[in-house]
């Protein structure tokens, strides 16, 4: 998703630019350090617009990625919209006193790296499954306080049998 700056620079009297476009992200998935299984290609569009000496382009992404569940690891299908909006400027000191603010050294402005910057900023911490939702009593028991101890007393480690049973002797007398 690459933008020529003279180009950009030529419509300034048009108005703003308005782009639409499919744009294949699936190398975040190889990208260490995140959960992402899967990702379709985004719908990335927006506008961009001169002012002064920026470039700003005000954009919206779209699209479905496939993360493990954070209990199961079994794959759920997130879907995601964001707005993001990244400034260029050719004047490099108006990039240096602005972190925001991105310097273009050549004549093209590639967007692709800050979608995908984006994105990996908007990935949830952790997905759920529905399936992995437990019903109640499937697979696991309640008890009290009261039925746990009761439950531990009718329980006897059988190295101790035989001191319980002494135990026993001696209450009874």
Not at 31 to 60: A, H, K, L, M
Not at 75 to 104: C, G, K, M, N, P
Not at 119 to 139: C, H, K, N, T, W
């Amino acid at each position: 998703m690459k933008f020529s700056v003279k180009k950009i620079k030529a419509n300034i009297n048009h108005g703003p630019i308005s782009f639409e476009q499919s744009l294949d992200v699936s190398e975040l998935k190889d990208s260490p350090n995140n959960d992402i299984r899967q990702i379709e290609p985004v719908q990335v569009s927006g506008i961009c617009i001169v002012e002064n000496n920026e470039i700003v382009f005000s954009y919206t992404v779209e699209g479905e990625m496939i993360l493990p569940c954070a209990r199961t690891l079994v794959d759920v299908t997130y879907a995601f919209r964001f707005r993001s909006t990244e400034i260029f400027t050719t004047v490099l000191s108006e990039a240096d006193e602005e972190e925001e603010i991105h310097f273009v050294e050549e004549d093209v402005i590639d967007l692709k790296p800050y979608i995908k910057e984006t994105i990996l900023l908007q990935m949830p911490y952790r997905v759920f499954s529905e399936e992995a939702v437990v019903e109640d009593g499937e697979g696991w028991s309640f008890f009290t306080e009261d039925m746990l101890e009761e439950k531990e007393k009718e329980q006897i480690d059988p190295r101790l049998a035989k001191l319980q049973k002494l135990l026993n002797d001696e209450e009874k007398e």
